[in-house]
Nanobody, 125 residues
Framework: QVQLVESGGRLVQTGDSLRLSCVVS????????MGWFRQVPGKEREFVAA????????YLATFAKGRFAISRNNANNTLYLQMNNLKREDTALYYC??????????????????WGQGTQVTVSS
């Protein structure tokens, strides 16, 4: 059974940086494309960033460009999201997700097969 466990979320101030991690177990991490999504209560899950199986291609939502970076380490089955210059509107529950076989756009939540439980990021002014 594939499991994804996010960590690193916490309360920070505007302008701060934060790095989220997602450890994948029970499957072959290097086979998966990976993504980060976020969600606030009452809204749909929102695409943040995605990365292909070897890290050679990355994709960022418009709001994330210039502030966020996605990376992965296949040797330790870990996905990362580096977030800089955080804003209050970045407050959300952040999820990582794994895609066994890419068949569409990695920005769609429906593309992914496995999800973590999320880690809360709260940005205070």
């Amino acid at each position: 059974q594939v499991q994804l466990v996010e960590s690193g979320g916490r309360l920070v101030q505007t302008g701060d940086s934060l790095r989220l991690s997602c450890v994948v177990s029970g499957g072959t991490f290097s086979n998966y494309a990976m993504g980060w999504f976020r969600q606030v209560p009452g809204k749909e899950r929102e695409f943040v960033a995605a990365i292909n199986w070897n890290g050679g291609s990355t994709y960022l939502a418009t709001f994330a460009k210039g502030r966020f970076a996605i990376s992965r380490n296949n040797a330790n089955n870990t996905l990362y999201l580096q977030m800089n210059n955080l804003k209050r509107e970045d407050t959300a529950l952040y999820y990582c997700a794994a895609d066994r076989q890419v068949s569409g756009w990695l920005g769609y939540a429906a593309e992914y097969d496995y999800w973590g439980q999320g880690t809360q990021v709260t940005v205070s002014s």
